[in-house]
């Protein structure tokens, strides 16, 4: 079991009832057909990014005209982002209901949104008993604890997560799909925000 887990990101194989990934390990997960599979992929990757940006511009320029509590977090001059999810800023002071209640509704539109980002390494189980330490499967078992690392805090970061919800985009995503969208984040404000 713990070689199982240090090679899949710490997931809880053999552990019972784990609420998030137990040590901080590797990703190595990988067996030949997948690989096969990712290396074909990965000459598609440009076109797949390429349409991931227009679909995310196409966003971000329709919530502009349309919303005012609802933004899209967008790549800053010279970065050029690969939007893996869309990033929105919610101005929650505008709003009767908190973050999670505005991406319930979304939800219930159809919206594959999330309230923020729950692979947050500082909010796994490993992070908050200091399972950090792990240097193989040899050592990712129960007795890699080391209680006397402290944990940075970063609350900046979690901040951003408090005010920001993210939404699962595909590249295959249509024109009707961006409009879906558009309408389902429009209604959704106007029921909620001021």
Request: proline share 5%; with cysteine; charged share 25%.
């Amino acid at each position: 079991w713990a070689a199982r887990r240090f090679a899949d990101r710490g997931k809880p194989f053999g552990v019972q009832s784990p609420t998030s990934n137990v040590v901080a390990a590797l990703n190595c997960n990988m067996d030949e057909i997948h690989a096969a599979i990712g290396r074909v992929n990965l000459s598609k990757l440009p076109g797949f990014i390429r349409r991931r940006r227009e679909i995310a511009a196409k966003v971000a320029s329709a919530l502009e005209a349309s919303c005012k509590a609802v933004s899209m977090v967008t790549e800053r001059e010279g970065d050029e982002a690969s939007y893996w999810f869309l990033i929105f800023k919610l101005d929650t002071s505008t709003c009767k209901v908190d973050k999670a209640k505005f991406v319930e509704a979304l939800v219930a539109e159809g919206i594959p949104a999330g309230p923020g980002y729950p692979f947050f390494p500082l909010r796994m189980e490993w992070a908050k008993n200091r399972c950090i330490r792990c240097r193989s499967p040899r050592t990712a078992g129960d007795t890699c604890c080391d209680k006397s690392y402290a944990m940075p805090e970063l609350p900046n970061a979690m901040q951003a997560d408090h005010e920001h919800f993210r939404l699962t985009i595909h590249e295959d995503w249509t024109q009707n799909d961006v409009d879906l969208l558009i309408q389902a984040v429009t209604k959704v404000e106007a029921a909620y925000c001021s």
